[in-house]
């Protein structure tokens, strides 16, 4: 299921959360969701343009949006069979060696610039490239062209450490890291070309987030199979079991990725207009935050799990087109078309390593859906949403 977990019975322990417990954990998934947003979108009016293809956001057209929710759709149903017919084992060992891969090189992108501050300028920095091609002469092709420095390789070896934790313990906290890294790396990397371009997008997940959730159990059932760091995780039971805690409740990372980019998209069309002011910017910030309290309280209201894009969509959405409307710059937001360039007076990012291929990019086959599916298996000690803890068996009990 791709929304927060409720604070029911959990299948594997009989535990209920106390008041405490659901306010820390609803509250932290909140304030984690915000991170990657304003910061991955404060980037994304940085980024510049390159010869490097990795350095450059992926751009999102209308024909693309168009395609999201029927491409999320395949696959989503395409996991559904795999884990029908193949050992669930086995997929998700593949899986986890992809997203471990996935998760070292966003977790190095986002850390990089804290570490060109962190370091003096005297700091003796060398460049190295590692370069993989196929072929000979003018037939040669490149595979993989990936540029870094010393800075980037102590980047690259505490991502590293992150992601064998990550693969041995399957630890909340490393899941955590990687999945901050994932939505930042998200919302910095993949622009919207346009407001249109948004609107199509986030109207089209949201007839599929509703979809999938209500229609049928078919999400319930990749998610219970599916073991990858593309959701936020928070222990309701923190207070009384510390880090070994095992109750968790949970938010899928396309519930800050696909907001996240419309949302970074109008900082960008803010800095555009050169007022000197976030208008668009904030009141579309304040907007997540108010269609995230919603399911919230709608989910732990009603006992059961929600489509968090049910609310933020509109919220997201009607915000700035409300404030648009007031400052008679509708017609402006919609003819606006976001650039590739540096804009004027935007502070330009530090370098950072790159691969053909951006993180974004290579997370991109996975965002429509997998990005959606916030509960884990119930195997692996994860509190299951009420709906989907009816269908569960005491087979599938396990220890952490």
Same mark, same amino acid.
Request: with cysteine; hydrophobic share 50%.
């Given at each position: 299921h791709d929304s927060l977990s409720s604070d029911a019975l959990n299948v594997t322990a009989k535990f209920v959360a106390t008041a405490e417990g659901t306010a820390l954990a609803y509250g932290s998934l909140v304030f984690m969701a915000l991170l990657p947003i304003f &910061?991955?979108?404060l980037r994304s009016v940085t980024c510049s343009k390159s010869k490097n293809a990795a350095d450059m956001p992926e751009t999102i057209t209308s024909r693309d949006a168009a395609r999201f929710p029927i491409i999320a759709s395949c696959t989503l149903f395409g996991l559904y069979l795999f884990f029908k017919v193949f050992s669930q084992e086995y997929i998700n060992l593949l899986l986890s060696v992809y997203? &471990?891969?996935?998760? !070292?090189?966003?977790?190095?992108?986002?850390?990089?610039?804290?570490?060109?501050?962190? &370091?003096?300028?005297? &700091?003796?920095?060398?460049?190295?490239?590692?370069?993989?091609?196929q072929g000979s002469g003018e037939s040669k092709e490149e595979i993989v062209n990936y540029e870094f420095d010393t800075k980037?390789? !102590?980047?690259?070896?505490?991502s590293s450490v992150v992601g064998v934790w990550y693969l041995l313990k399957k630890h909340w906290i490393a899941n955590n890291l990687f999945g901050l890294a994932f939505a930042l790396n998200g919302v910095e990397l993949l622009h919207l070309n346009n407001v249109s371009t948004g609107c199509i997008l986030l109207g089209g997940l949201f007839v599929y987030d509703v979809f999938w959730v209500f229609g049928t159990n078919v999400m319930v059932t990749v998610a219970r199979s599916f073991e990858a760091p593309i959701k936020l995780v928070f222990p309701q039971d923190l207070l009384e079991k510390g880090l070994d805690a095992s109750n968790f409740a949970m938010l899928g990372l396309g519930d800050i990725v696909i907001p996240g980019i419309f949302i970074a998209l109008l900082l960008r069309f803010d800095v555009s207009l050169k007022k000197n002011s976030r208008t668009y910017f904030y009141s579309s910030f304040l907007a997540y935050i108010f269609g995230l309290g919603l399911t919230i309280f709608v989910m732990h209201t009603f006992k059961h799990a929600?489509?968090?894009?049910?609310?933020?969509?509109?919220?997201?959405?009607?915000?700035?087109?409300? !404030?648009a409307l007031l400052k008679g710059e509708l017609t402006e937001m919609f003819s606006y078309e976001s650039s590739e360039e540096v804009l004027p007076g935007?502070?330009?990012?530090? $370098?950072?390593?790159?691969?053909?291929? $951006?993180p974004a990019s290579l997370l991109a086959p996975w965002m429509p859906s997998l990005w959606r599916q916030a509960p884990p298996p119930a195997a692996a000690g994860y509190s299951q949403p009420p709906c989907a803890k009816e269908e569960s068996s005491e087979s599938e009990k396990k220890d952490q």
């Open positions: &910061f991955g979108a997203f &471990f891969a996935l998760g !070292v090189l966003a977790m190095s992108h986002t850390m990089s610039p804290l570490m060109s501050r962190i &370091f003096p300028d005297s &700091f003796p920095n060398k460049q190295f490239q590692l370069l993989f091609t980037n390789l !102590v980047c690259l070896v505490i929600q489509p968090a894009l049910l609310y933020l969509v509109p919220a997201c959405i009607g915000f700035p087109v409300l !404030v935007s502070p330009r990012l530090t $370098s950072y390593p790159t691969v053909s291929g $951006s």
